[in-house]
């Protein structure tokens, strides 16, 4: 994406200042959608949850597997992050961004 604003930025007038804009926004939108990704994924563990216990489902053994399956997604989903943005760094910015 750095390459393409960069060609956009040079080659288009008051193009000035994309690349910067960018850079400065860009890491902000990652955590964003990091989070909401995050988010959805909880939201639908918790609903498939609630529909195997008020369904009577969790009594079956199948059931009981499911809802350990779930719980152990809903384990994960903190550490769940996109390829290339390591959530503990201070920038993430994925490699070849720039």
Request: hydrophobic share 40%; charged share 15%; net charge negative.
């Amino acid at each position: 994406m750095g390459r393409q604003l960069h060609i956009i930025e040079d080659s288009t007038l008051g193009g000035q200042g994309l690349v910067a804009h960018w850079e400065e926004f860009f890491p902000t939108y990652m955590v964003e959608i990091q989070s909401n990704a995050r988010s959805f994924l909880t939201d639908r563990i918790i609903e498939l949850r609630n529909a195997y216990l008020t369904s009577g489902a969790a009594q079956t053994p199948e059931g009981v597997s499911v809802l350990g399956i779930l719980n152990v997604l809903q384990g994960r989903v903190s550490g769940l992050h996109l390829p290339g943005f390591d959530p503990s760094d201070e920038l993430p910015l994925g490699p070849g961004y720039r």
